[in-house]
């Protein structure tokens, strides 16, 4: 029964970590469902939002070789890459459907009638976000990553760089020899914007030394975050579900992102990630929808100071990301163009969705299509 915590959710109270336990551990989904498309209808009403986004991976070279990654190579390993930077601003001038520079996305018709216009559409090439994440390569020094920012900015002005998981700030920390704050303060002088969520796993210590023993610790990736916060950089936070964790594990996980929200008010969406088990190391099997749809849930109604989260597709498939919607996400990522991580270790979605397929997706779930900037910002209202 989850009538107590019910009650709980309708009066706008906090719930517990033994309430959070409960709503994993409840086979009650309906209910489950209902509770949290009431948080999600508070913070956003029937907006569902998306964006026209690009990923790009600079370097799958690592020096981690975390277990369950499947993406990364050591230096000279075959299938091991590097971009130059004149690459990666090409990769970005090929923006959403391969069009090319001169072409834009308000060029082709939409799915749906634009009703609002809030902000200019900043699209570069069909996009207006770039989010870059890579591995911990052996040679490149922090400079380089300045240079590719700033390099990107040069090219591409309006477009809003996302970049660096805690992950990688942390490294770039140690390779360059300065502070956190003078890492993350260099970093968005050169035109760094906002940084994701990724490399937060599963902080339980026993966990992540099964995971990722040479990854940094839990509390550490918490540290960067709260300095990302502290100096003006917005962040997302995520957590690997599905591997060898408990119910347990996530919800202290859950609490631990909770706190520092309290304290930082810094994130802007939690993601809940899908672990995919193909070419890892500890193998094991794909969540099941209804896990994804519990933990989506769980996560909207504990994460009572998340204004956003995100049903990231590429993980969850189209049809549980739209079924998401109705669990309380209200984001369902965007465009992607280009997907290595997850497809590494066995996606099975494609690697890109149009713009109108997401509205698509997003009306079909009975909400409000919303092209979003990266900060939440409307661009264009869908009816
Ligand atoms: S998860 Fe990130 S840090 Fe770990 S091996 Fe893969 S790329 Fe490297």
């Not at 026209?52 to 975390?66: A, D, E, M, Q």
């Not at 870059?132 to 760089?161: D, Q, R, T």
């Not at 950089?233 to 996980?253: Q, W």
Request: contains cysteine.
């Amino acid at each position: 029964m989850l009538s107590a915590i019910a009650k709980k959710v309708f009066a706008g109270k906090r719930i517990t970590e033994k309430d959070a336990l409960r709503l994993f551990e409840t086979d009650d989904i309906f209910t489950l469902g209902a509770l949290a498309s009431h948080v999600a209808g508070k913070k956003n009403g029937v907006k569902a939002y998306f964006i026209r986004n690009r990923h790009i991976n600079p370097t799958n070279i690592c020096v981690n070789r975390c277990k369950f990654c499947a993406f990364s190579r050591s230096q000279g390993q075959e299938g091991a890459f590097e971009l130059t930077i004149e690459e990666i601003i090409k990769k970005i001038g090929t923006g959403q459907n391969g069009r090319v520079r001169g072409q834009t996305a308000s060029s082709k018709k939409s799915s749906g009638r634009q009703v609002a216009h809030h902000l200019s559409p900043i699209t570069h090439h069909g996009i207006s976000e770039v989010h870059i994440v890579g591995g911990l390569h052996p040679e490149w020094p922090f400079e380089h990553y300045l240079n590719m920012i700033s390099a990107i900015k040069k090219h591409y002005p309006k477009l809003h760089i996302k970049a660096f998981t805690a992950v990688e700030i942390d490294y770039f920390s140690k390779i360059s020899g300065r502070s956190l704050q003078d890492t993350l303060a260099a970093l968005k002088k050169s035109g760094l914007g906002s940084m994701p969520g990724g490399g937060a796993e599963i902080f339980s210590e026993g966990i992540r030394n099964r995971l990722c023993p040479e990854k940094i610790p839990g509390a550490r990736w918490l540290e960067v975050m709260e300095a990302a916060h502290r100096v003006g950089i917005r962040t997302n936070a995520t957590m690997l579900y599905g591997h060898v964790e408990s119910l347990s594990d996530r919800v202290d996980h859950l609490s631990r992102l909770r706190g520092l929200q309290d304290r930082t008010k810094g994130f802007q969406a939690f993601i809940p990630l899908a672990y995919h088990p193909k070419n890892t190391e500890i193998e094991g099997s794909y969540t099941s929808g209804i896990d994804d749809l519990k933990t989506m849930a769980a996560s909207r109604i504990f994460l009572d100071n998340f204004d956003h989260i995100k049903a990231y597709w590429i993980m969850l498939g189209e049809k549980i990301s739209q079924l998401a919607l109705m669990f309380g996400a209200d984001d369902i990522d965007g465009t992607i163009i280009e997907e290595k991580i997850t497809h590494s270790a066995g996606a099975l979605t494609g690697e890109r969705l149009t713009a109108e397929q997401l509205v698509d997706l997003i009306q079909k779930a009975g909400k409000t299509a919303v092209e979003r900037d990266s900060f939440y910002r409307t661009v264009r209202t869908f009816a």
